[in-house]
């Protein structure tokens, strides 16, 4: 695992969306993901995860 991708686990747990919006800008999974947050953290914590260590 490289750093970049462990730093971005990191930022994923204390900021989901910040995590989503650097590894793939702007679209649906930052969208996804904000509304995750809002509704309730844990679901936009996990999608955040899983964006994050996709390839």
Do not use: S
């Not at 750093?3 to 999974?29: Q, S």
């Not at 914590?45 to 260590?53: D, E, G, K, Q, S």
Request: charged share 15%.
């Amino acid at each position: 695992m490289d750093t970049n991708k462990l730093l971005l686990i990191v930022i994923a747990i204390l900021l989901p969306p910040v995590a989503v919006f650097l590894k793939k800008g702007m679209g649906k999974d930052l969208l996804i993901n904000i509304i995750l947050c809002l509704l309730f953290f844990v679901p936009g914590l996990i999608h955040a995860i899983w964006v994050v260590i996709q390839d």
